[in-house]
C-alpha cells in the first residue's frame, strides 16, 4: 500500500512537470511605467528593480528552480497576487489618487519590514534591504508624486 503510494506520488510529480504558467515576461517599457510618469532617481530604479520587480512588474528575473513543479505554480501566485495590488510597469494607468495610494503603501511596507516578502529575501539575498535602501525608497515614494 505503502509502495502504490509512493509510486503514485511520483507519477503525479512527473506529470505536473509538463505544465506551467505562462511567463511574466516582457521586453517592452511600456509608456505606463513607472519611469516615464515620475521622475525615478537611478539609485532607487536599482533597488526597485533588484527587490520588488519580479513581483510588481511585467518583468520576472526566473530562477532555475522555477522551472520544477510546483514550485513555478507557487511563485505564479505570488507574481500574479502582487501584480495585482501594484505593477510599476503600469502604473501611469493608476489614477492620481490610486498611485498616490500605491506609494503611500509603498512607504508603509517598507516601515514594517513586509516588503519585499520574506520567503523571498531567504532566496534573493540582495533583495534584503539596508537601512540606507529603505529609507532611499521612502524618500522617493513620499515625493515621486508632486
Ligand atoms: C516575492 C514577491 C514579492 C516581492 C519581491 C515584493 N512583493 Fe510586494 N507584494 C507581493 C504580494 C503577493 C502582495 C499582495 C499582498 C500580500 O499577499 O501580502 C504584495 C503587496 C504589496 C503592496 C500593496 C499592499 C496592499 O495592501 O495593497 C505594496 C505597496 C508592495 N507589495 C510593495 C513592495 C515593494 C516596495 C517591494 C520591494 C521592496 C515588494 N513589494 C516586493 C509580493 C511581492
Redesign the pocket.
Known sequence: MKRKITIIFLLVLLVIQFFHPKKNVSSEIMATDITKVTNVPQDVQQ??QV??????SNNTRYPWYSKIQPVSWW?N??????????NFSDFGSYTDKKARH?????????EKD????F???LV?RD?K?TAAQ?SA?INW?KTALP
Do not use: F, Q
Request: aromatic share 4%.
Open positions: 533597488i526597485l527587490a520588488c520587480y519580479d513581483c510588481h511563485l501566485r505570488h507574481i500574479n497576487n502582487g501584480k495585482r495590488h501594484l500605491k506609494l503611500e503603501e509603498v512607504v508603509e511596507t517598507l513586509e516588503m519585499p516578502l520567503s523571498y529575501t534573493h533583495a534591504l529603505k525608497v515614494a
